[in-house]
């Protein structure tokens, strides 16, 4: 919905930069990998950010708790209104291991994020690699940080221009509109 995940502008330079995770916290989304890239990344760059909004299995429970105490990661729980997270984040995470269309990768690239996944269906198709984001290799951490590391050496016109992209091939590609119009013109023909 290109209303509702209206587009953004990228926060000041000032800010540091924040990456933001959004999902169950589960092997399946790829939550050790994750894990793994932000605590290299937080000691080269010890200003990131890694906000994770979602709810943890019993399984992450320890280690989500001493990430957050390490001051590694920030866990928000979850959330209804997913807007403001998107809006204040650099890029918008995605490691998972299988997805079906994944409406927090649409949803952030609408409004203005980068977006860092993994190279698998219902992922994939919401990058544009090096255009509008970045792609990984799946179940793989370092993969994950070298995306990452490739993301925070950008210039921050060359974020905001990643960001710009993902909400044009939203408008071009996925705009909710478009896609019933689609549909309904396709069942009816």
């Known amino acids: 919905n290109l209303e509702r995940h209206c587009a953004e502008e990228y926060p000041a330079q000032t800010e540091p930069v924040r990456f933001l995770y959004v999902g169950r916290l589960m092997k399946e989304k790829g939550i050790e990998e994750l894990l793994y890239a932000a605590k290299a990344m937080k000691q080269e760059y010890p200003d990131v950010i890694f906000e994770l909004v979602g709810y943890y299995e019993d399984d ?111 408008q071009a590609q996925f705009d909710k509109d478009k896609v019933v119009e689609k549909t309904v013109e396709t069942i009816l023909s």
């Open 60 to 170: 992450y429970k320890s280690i989500i708790e001493q990430y957050e105490k390490e001051g590694i990661v920030t866990l928000t729980g979850y959330q209804k209104i997913m807007h403001p997270y998107y809006q204040k984040a650099w890029a918008v995470l995605m490691p998972s291991y299988h997805e079906g269309m994944s409406n927090v990768l649409l949803e952030a690239a609408s409004t203005g994020r980068a977006l860092i996944t993994t190279y698998i269906p219902g992922c994939k198709e919401a990058v544009d690699e090096g255009i509008n984001g970045y792609l990984c290799k799946v179940k793989s951490a370092k993969s994950l940080y070298r995306k990452m590391h490739k993301f925070i050496e950008l210039t921050k016109k060359e974020r905001e221009e990643m960001g710009k992209n993902g909400r044009r091939k939203m």
